[in-house]
């Protein structure tokens, strides 16, 4: 049987934690033909390499959905699973993002539905540990006790088994296969809280010689489920959009080319051009491939590829980019790479295999989570075996069975995960929300975690530490002749090319409200510059290669000096003398200086990442205080100089605004983009500086601290109740004090850590950046 090895991408349903993914990975890596299943959970998909002869997408389906999970097709959307969904209304043919669409309405219309439960039951919860216990206000009044008492019972029920269902379905799992996650803890601590409390009602008659049928945990069931099934909603909405960077990248390929095969000109797909097809692009179209020019001059404009904003002069046997846009002249050009090989395909996978990172907090929660359950189990058993055998000895059985029922429920409520489950999503959604108010964009909790212990922050120059935008610099006259008449002879000129440098000298001719004289006999010479008459005059503006066409000698200081600074200049000139020099160049933000002193200050290494020329480069880094440059490296090597930084043990932020940024914005610990950049480099990004102010970086990085500071205190503190509580709950002090935790103290003391939680976690919005 010939070997049949295939790598696909599948969007994967279900998949709700970090845990979920370990899973999911771990059971498609045993079955045979699996070589490798690489799973991104931040974008939820799966990158299974496979041998078809051997295994189908049916058989993974099959081996996950045992666990409640399935692989759904990149392509079309079509999920192979036979599962069944939770809607009868679901259909298979949903595509990926329409699934999630789907989830996401269905826990939202949970959400409405159980929140209005959630805050009756915890005001119930309050007034009654505060009457009973603490005498702090009169009880319930009797005919209200005898209606929520009969109400409950109907909400939980609801609660739990509609509601919560995803919850059983973890608990279920648990059971059959021993597969722990969130999902399990949530069940085990609601279902034995919910069947405690059924028993009482139900058979309150019987058992009320022997307990305390009036004490019940159906609100403990709604509040915690509630809270969890709230937290997956803003989780699962903040989650939507993350896999977007690759549809954005895709979309920049041209679709179709126009190849000249047999001497005629055929307009095909971009999957059918082959390596060394010659294609004819138009002025305004994308270059559709990877390849060399064997005809025609022209401008290319880069920026989506470069992130630099000033096109680039192409003549005979330059290279050009797939996806880049021909500004001018028509082209022929020799197809060199296509489909994968092309540069934009190269970056496409660099993002896609950089993005799939995890936090290392949810990790931690994960490993505990996965003994959680277990270990609670086994301590509420040990516990009630304690009370039935030992505490016999010293009261009445029945009496032991009570306290011990109770303190078996105690340990299993008291340790149910609400506070765990909410520490980190909820910070996470105050911290965002923060963020957005003061006009940054956070995708996830990983970039948040990082971005808390950075060491260095790697920035490139164009459109980040600069304005992205070419601006006419300076304007330096020679012989008798002024600025204002450079620049109106030379606006006179620019008005009519299409040559995008003609953009900045009309700008400036607009700004500093220049007359403009009428040209004749106007003519662009390609690659060179334009010419035309002007009073009978004959004027050029171009490149120096226009100049030495004219037999001119420039001034070398002017032009070394405009070079040094990262300076294109612009020689307007007659047939006989050059009347003066422009020149014309990107320029730096107010802003950049301010930053980098307030990043130096937050004590981060900083250093300029650019393709630009080492005096270019140290020119602009030294204007902005800037210590550490590293230029002259391609698009394609950004990633790799991050790497560089990681391999000697520093955790680095990229801030970028180019497509050649995506593939460093996704390698770094945290890519930061700037939001004026291209949508690719926005979405590789898990933080978005809006309107490409850079003045938010040392914001975003004081927020991720105090957000990352509020989850660790958030952890503490939903640990600390259930170390603290859980040997209260099993009765450690009452042999010695006669204390026993009731059971209103113990889901009241349940809910207030969450409430806790969640408070602390609002704390955010009052901290000043």
Request: charged share 20%; with cysteine; proline share 3%.
């Amino acid at each position: 049987m010939l070997n049949n090895k295939q790598t696909k991408l599948f969007s994967i349903s279900g998949m709700h934690c970090a845990s979920c993914a370990n899973t999911i990975k771990r059971k498609l890596e045993k079955l045979e033909g699996v070589d490798s299943c690489l799973i991104n959970y931040g974008l939820e998909n799966a990158k299974v390499k496979y041998d078809s002869n051997k295994v189908d997408v049916s058989d993974m389906n099959q081996e996950i959905g045992k666990f409640g999970y399935s692989l759904v097709s990149g392509e079309n959307g079509e999920s192979s699973s036979h599962m069944n969904h939770d809607d009868n209304n679901f259909s298979n043919n949903k595509t990926a993002k329409e699934q999630k669409l789907f989830e996401l309405g269905k826990l939202k219309k949970n959400v409405q539905i159980v929140i209005p439960f959630v805050i009756v039951s915890v005001i119930m919860m309050i007034w009654e540990v505060g009457a009973m216990t603490f005498n702090l206000w009169p009880e319930t009044p009797s005919i209200l006790s005898v209606f929520l008492h009969h109400l409950l019972p109907i909400i939980a029920t609801y609660t739990m088994f509609v509601i919560g269902l995803p919850y059983l379905k973890g608990l279920l799992t648990f059971f059959k296969y021993r597969v722990a996650n969130m999902d399990t803890l949530v069940g085990m601590g609601t279902l034995v809280a919910f069947l405690y409390s059924f028993t009482l009602s139900a058979f309150e008659k019987v058992l009320s010689p022997y307990l305390n049928t009036q004490q019940t945990y159906y609100d403990v069931v709604i509040v915690v489920i509630g809270f969890i099934t709230l937290g997956k909603y803003l989780e699962t909405r903040s989650k939507l959009k993350t896999g977007e960077a690759l549809e954005n990248l895709l979309g920049l390929q041209a679709k179709t080319a126009l190849v000249i095969r047999k001497g005629k000109e055929l307009e095909i797909p971009i999957e059918e051009v082959v390596v060394g097809d010659v294609i004819r692009v138009k002025p305004g179209q994308k270059i559709p491939v990877d390849g060399v020019i064997i005809e025609g001059m022209s401008s290319i404009d880069e920026s989506m590829i470069t992130g630099e904003s000033i096109p680039v002069d192409k003549s005979l046997n330059d290279l050009v980019i797939g996806a880049t846009i021909n500004k001018q002249g028509s082209l022929l050009i020799k197809a060199s790479k296509v489909g994968s090989d092309t540069m934009l395909s190269q970056i496409i996978n660099m993002v896609e295999e950089a993005q799939g990172s995890k936090a290392p907090i949810e990790k931690i929660v994960d490993k505990i989570s996965s003994v959680f359950v277990p270990v609670v189990l086994v301590l509420s058993l040990v516990v009630l075996a304690s009370w039935m055998i030992i505490g016999s000895q010293f009261m009445p059985f029945s009496q032991a069975l009570t306290l011990g029922i109770v303190s078996f429920v105690g340990v299993l409520v008291i340790a149910c995960p609400c506070a765990m489950g909410l520490a980190t999503p909820t910070a996470v959604i105050v911290g965002v929300g923060k963020a957005a108010q003061n006009g940054i964009l956070v995708k996830n909790a990983e970039s948040l975690e990082k971005a808390n212990s950075l060491d260095y922050v790697v920035m490139d120059k164009t459109g980040t530490i600069t304005k992205g935008i070419p601006q006419v610099t300076n304007i330096l006259p020679l012989k008798n002749i002024s600025s204002k008449q450079i620049l109106s002879l030379l606006g006179s000129l620019e008005k009519n090319s299409e040559h995008p440098l003609s953009k900045a000298i009309i700008e400036k001719v607009n700004l500093e409200k220049i007359y403009l004289i009428k040209v004749d006999n106007f003519s662009a010479i390609e690659g060179k510059g334009l010419t035309g008459k002007i009073k009978g005059i004959e004027y050029f503006a171009g490149n120096l290669k226009l100049v030495t066409d004219l037999k001119l000698k420039v001034d070398t200081k002017i032009i070394d000096g405009f070079t040094f600074e990262g300076k294109t200049p612009v020689v307007l000139m007659t047939k006989n003398e050059i009347l003066g020099y422009v020149g014309i160049a990107d320029t730096i933000k107010e802003e950049s200086k301010e930053v980098v002193s307030k990043l130096y200050k937050l004590g981060l290494k900083i250093v300029m990442l650019t393709g630009d020329n080492k005096n270019t480069a140290r020119y602009i880094a030294n204007q902005v205080g800037i210590k550490e440059v590293i230029a002259e490296v391609l698009p394609a090597n950004k990633a790799n100089e991050v790497k560089k930084l990681q391999l000697k043990g520093y955790r680095v932020a990229m801030v970028g605004d180019g497509i050649n940024d995506a593939p460093a914005l996704a390698t770094a610990d945290v890519g930061i983009a700037m939001g004026t950049g291209t949508d690719v480099a926005i979405e590789s990004a898990g933080i978005t500086l809006l309107g490409g102010n850079i003045s938010k970086l040392p914001k975003a990085i004081k927020l991720a601290k105090a957000t990352m500071r509020t989850i660790k205190q958030n952890l503490f503190w939903a640990f600390f109740y259930n170390v603290i509580t859980i040997p209260v709950a099993a009765g450690i002090l009452f042999p010695f004090f006669g204390i026993l935790l009731n059971p209103a103290i113990a889901g009241g003391a349940m809910a207030f850590s969450s409430v806790s939680v969640v408070a602390n976690a609002l704390r955010l919005k009052t901290v000043k950046l």
